[in-house]
């Protein structure tokens, strides 16, 4: 028996058209679009944090280092206070989770004084405050990004906000 002719035939391969097949819809299109976000996302906070910061090299001088991601500043606009390294996490020396976390606080602590020390030139930029009320800070030492450098030297990880990991 024929089949009609107004009836089409399905084919064994389905036309699959891009852009409205169901792996686009569900899972191409929204990972692109979350890509999209955090790339402005990242610019936007980088442009920020730009126009918002300043060059305070003249008017700050570091007193002090206080683990390997802080240091004790004293400027003339502000009072004696703490600037954090920005986009670092160094191991914690005053509240560590196991001895060789101490151990790893007091090597970078030694790095990072070392660096400032030994600098002819250092200079520092304030980005803003953070949630504990310490200047977000970016230091470099002769043209040398301290952060960079310690993160080379495994004194510290990379850090952007959010869960820390620990060092134990």
């Not at 683990?67 to 920005?86: A, E, F, N, Q």
């Not at 060789?100 to 007091?106: F, G, I, R």
Request: with cysteine.
């Amino acid at each position: 028996m024929r089949r009609p002719r107004n009836i089409r035939r399905r084919s064994r391969y389905r036309s699959r058209r891009f852009w409205t097949s169901r792996l686009t819809r569900w899972f191409v299109i929204p990972l692109v679009t979350a890509a999209a976000l955090v790339i402005t996302a990242e610019a936007l906070d980088f442009v920020l944090l730009n126009l918002l910061s300043r060059d305070v090299s003249r008017d700050c001088a570091v007193t002090g280092v206080v683990d390997g991601d802080t240091v004790r500043l004293s400027c003339k606009s502000l009072p004696v206070t703490r600037g954090r390294i920005r986009g670092i996490d160094a191991p914690e020396l005053y509240s560590p989770s196991c001895v060789t976390e101490v151990l790893a606080a007091q090597q970078a602590k030694l790095a990072l004084q070392a660096m400032l020390w030994a600098a002819d030139e250092v200079r520092i930029v304030i980005h803003g405050e953070d949630k504990f009320g310490r200047q977000l800070i970016s230091i470099s030492a002769d043209g040398t990004d301290v952060a960079r450098q310690l993160i080379t030297d495994g004194h510290a990880r990379r850090y952007s906000g959010g869960e820390r990991q620990g060092w134990c």
